[in-house]
């Protein structure tokens, strides 16, 4: 048993290494490393979100849910079909928001700009994963529908708020930068000339 955990552990140091530092142990690039860590904070922002919200909300929409069954709660989406997709809008909208208004705001104490906008792309890269992994592991067509329709509401609000918002502000700030570097070779240009 020692030897697969030792053979897994060289792996996982391998990828680490070859995913984020140099062959002398140094970061490849501190943007890099700390969006990734970044990223995984912003994931738990957001399933704090979700698990925190959704229950309230549906509450409001179906007050006796906790002690619904299966079957009176597909009874209930078949007679009460405007409730169950107003309650999904808000179950997607009011946690992605308020996780990404978090996220955002975690956002602004970090001075450089690229590293939420990079933990924003790890999340995407991480729902990539998730979706692939899932297509191959779900056997059952209804499994992986039922699956995507999860993702579907749960997903999209938080994460396009989150990178509008992050890529945004760092476009600015790449923008404003660009036009300082002109302006001072501008000005060396003009020294050089007199």
Same mark, same amino acid.
């Given at each position: 048993?020692?030897? %697969? @955990?030792? %053979?897994? +552990?060289? *792996? !996982?140091?391998?990828?680490?290494?070859?995913?984020?530092?140099? #062959?002398?142990?140094?970061? %490849?690039?501190? &943007? $890099?490393?700390?969006?990734?860590?970044?990223? /995984?904070?912003? !994931?738990?922002?957001?399933?704090?979100?979700?698990?925190?919200?959704?229950?309230? $909300?549906?509450?409001?929409?179906?007050?006796?849910?906790?002690?619904?069954?299966?079957? #009176?709660?597909?009874?209930?989406?078949?007679?009460?079909?405007?409730?169950?997709?107003?309650?999904?809008?808000?179950? +997607?909208?009011?946690?992605?928001? =308020?996780?990404?208004? &978090?996220?955002?705001?975690? =956002?602004?104490?970090? *001075? @450089?700009?690229? $590293?939420?906008?990079?933990?924003?792309?790890?999340?995407? &890269?991480?729902? &990539?994963?998730?979706?692939?992994?899932?297509?191959?592991?779900?056997?059952?067509?209804?499994?992986?529908?039922?699956?995507?329709? /999860?993702?579907?509401?749960?997903?999209?609000?938080?994460? !396009?708020?989150?990178? $509008?918002?992050?890529?945004?502000?760092?476009?600015?700030?790449?923008?404003? *930068?660009?036009? *300082?570097?002109?302006?001072? =070779? @501008?000005?060396?240009? #003009?020294? #050089?000339?007199?």
């Amino acid at each position: 048993m020692g030897s %697969k @955990e030792d %053979k897994l +552990s060289g *792996k !996982l140091a391998r990828f680490w290494r070859t995913l984020f530092l140099t #062959e002398d142990g140094r970061p %490849k690039s501190t &943007v $890099i490393l700390y969006s990734f860590a970044l990223s /995984f904070v912003f !994931l738990a922002v957001y399933a704090l979100a979700y698990t925190f919200l959704t229950a309230p $909300i549906q509450f409001i929409f179906l007050p006796g849910y906790a002690a619904m069954t299966a079957e #009176e709660m597909a009874a209930f989406a078949q007679t009460h079909r405007s409730a169950v997709f107003w309650m999904n809008v808000l179950e +997607s909208v009011i946690p992605g928001l =308020s996780g990404s208004v &978090v996220c955002c705001g975690i =956002s602004l104490l970090i *001075k @450089e700009r690229a $590293i939420p906008a990079g933990a924003y792309i790890w999340l995407t &890269v991480f729902l &990539v994963i998730v979706l692939a992994a899932m297509a191959f592991i779900a056997r059952e067509p209804g499994v992986y529908r039922l699956f995507l329709y /999860f993702v579907l509401i749960y997903v999209p609000v938080g994460l !396009l708020t989150g990178t $509008i918002f992050t890529h945004h502000r760092y476009g600015v700030y790449r923008r404003a *930068k660009l036009r *300082k570097e002109m302006e001072i =070779s @501008e000005k060396e240009k #003009e020294r #050089e000339e007199r």
